[in-house]
């Protein structure tokens, strides 16, 4: 055969391959522009690249600017790290419904009011606060309380990410660049003290979320993530490998040794292990499973020691370890995320390695919750609620408050998850009355929102009991009356619509979008309210919109509405702060 031929043919085999891979899957040039721009609402569908198992050697950071937080002395070094499991993750039971109904047109008109909402938020950040922690809703000022870094900014990437906005990505991803987790780097000398809980759940979280829904293409999110990362570990190094709560940058970036602390509260103790397992399944670098590992082993040695067996007291001693003096236990604030994240970080584990361990934990917790946590409150329709209180407990008895409060309402979410993580339907039936909970005092409210934190007439038992007309009102007792844009309950609706398809879920979201929008509503954002406990026309706005309004309650709003294959809770573990990390398997 003459060569040109041969080579003809060759040119045109080489064509019709090359035209066979590009249109086999129409959508591969975009996905993989997407994968580093900022994939739209099919990025959980992309063929991700992130590692099944810890690289090794470890990754290394392809950009290396900036201060180096690795280059700090170890005052108390680890010998030996506790190491990831290699074995294949477990086969666990689905979280969602097998099947839902389509998106309707009114679901997609709710779906794009909340996005709207984001947007508007968004647009107002970037005009007026850019690389500020935030945009302040009524005077267009901007604010630093979380140390200067770009709260917003980082805490929403992932919110960009799942909306489709993918410009705004990408112009998120650039201003990376500009900001520097250093000691030198805090716009005021106020913001010397960070909370390492705040900047581990909101920076750290963000982070790699973002990077895990780019299908780990995005690799400046990573080498971002690891200099926090970095910063945070340092905090740990200290006697007995507990953190520092309250950090001082500049001690640390001059290597001057800081102490835990003596009075210290659970959740800030106990809520790194999703974004430190998660940090560590990417990097192969062990310091951090090891660092979060020693405190949940301590959990461990001490869950049957305390006051409540099971649980552990919302303020602890973490310079010495004593997880067991405190009396006062709750579901709620500086408790909260230590009890998400034990059945959250067994699903991360794939139930495999310290998986066991976590849901050993988890589910004596949530039993001694049963117990010990929960009551049923009196209401005058009789409804079939739970609310989460709070336990006092002697070395002999235990009595429960029937107080509540707004940043509780994810405990319907926490025990759904685990009554299908761990096939336990009692559990699945406490998460609905839970979640009913919040939902009936924010119907109940008198603007629809339920307040920050309150006390109730509670019934002697959870069978039912009957209204007492002299209680005069379905509060007892209102401490505090504000709003602060919260995403709790919304939180646990989301678990509650994708776990069991009611349409009440999404129902009960989009009464307290509108009523939240009504109250809270400003030309650039929403505002909290010092109040929701007086009529419309009293309602008094405060100049702040923390990060987590569009990081959380809008980004569960935006999923409730959403099709229920983005961001599927089969294939994706949810942080504290929203933040979705890739589970084991996914």
Known sequence: MPRRWSSLISITAIFLVLFFLLHRNTDTPRAANRATNGPANGFARQQSICPSTPPQPPYNRTSTGG?????????????????????????????????????????????????????????????????????????AGSRNNFGGWGATLVDNLDTLLIMGLDEEFAAAVDALADIEFSPHSSPSSSQSTINIFETTIRYLGGLLAAYDLTGCRET??????????????????????????????????????????????????????????????????????????????????????????????????????????????????MADSAYEYLGKTYRLLGGVGKGPQYE?????????????????????????????????????????????????????????????????????????????????????????????????????????????????????????????????????????????????????????????????KTEFGNAAVRDVMVEEGNVKREDSMESFWMAETLKYLYLIFGETDLVSLDDWVFNTEAHPLRGAGS
Request: glycine fraction near 8%; aromatic fraction near 10%.
């Open 360 to 520: 050993r934990l988890a589910r004596n917790a949530l039993d001694a919750g049963i117990r010990h946590l929960l009551f049923r409150p009196m209401t005058p329709d009789h409804a079939d609620i739970l609310l989460p209180g709070v336990a006092h407990a002697t070395s002999s008895s235990v009595g429960l408050e029937p107080r509540t409060e707004h940043l509780a309402c994810f405990v319907g979410g926490m025990y759904a998850l685990a009554g299908k993580l761990f096939s336990n339907q009692t559990y699945l039936d406490t998460g609905r009355k839970l979640t009913d909970g919040c939902i009936w005092y924010y119907d109940n409210s008198p603007l629809g929102i339920m307040p920050e934190m309150f006390t109730v007439p509670a019934c002697p038992s959870v069978a039912e009991c009957p209204w007492d007309e002299t209680r005069g009102g379905i509060y007892t007792y209102v401490r505090d009356g504000h709003y602060f844009l919260r995403p709790e309950a919304m939180e646990s609706i989301f678990y509650m619509w994708r776990i069991t398809g009611d349409e009440k879920y999404r129902e009960a979201a989009w009464r307290m979008f509108t009523a939240i929008e009504a109250v809270t």
């Open 67 to 139: 201060f180096n937080w690795g280059e700090i002395p170890v005052r108390y070094p680890v010998s030996d790290f506790i190491p990831l499991s290699t074995n294949s993750p477990a086969t666990l039971p689905r979280i969602q419904r097998s099947s839902f109904p389509l998106q309707s047109s009114i679901t997609k008109s709710r779906q794009a009011a909340v996005k709207g909402a984001f947007q508007r938020a968004w647009t107002s950040y970037t005009t007026h606060a850019w690389k500020a922690d935030e945009v302040r809703p009524i005077t």
């Open 220 to 333: 400046r999110l990573l080498d971002k993530a690891i200099q926090l990362g970095e910063m945070i570990y340092t905090s740990f190094d200290t006697e007995n490998r507990m953190p520092v709560p309250r950090w001082n940058l500049h001690k640390a970036g001059n290597g001057e040794p800081q102490r835990a602390a003596v009075q210290g509260v659970l959740a800030e103790l106990a809520s790194s292990s999703l974004e430190f397992t998660r940090l560590s399944q990417l990097t192969g670098d062990m310091r951090y499973f090891d660092a979060a590992s020693r405190i949940t082993d301590l959990l461990d040695s001490q869950a049957g020691h305390t006051r409540i067996p099971g649980l552990w007291p919302v303020s602890v001693n973490l310079q010495k370890g004593d997880l067991t003096r405190g009396s006062t236990f709750s579901f709620g604030g």
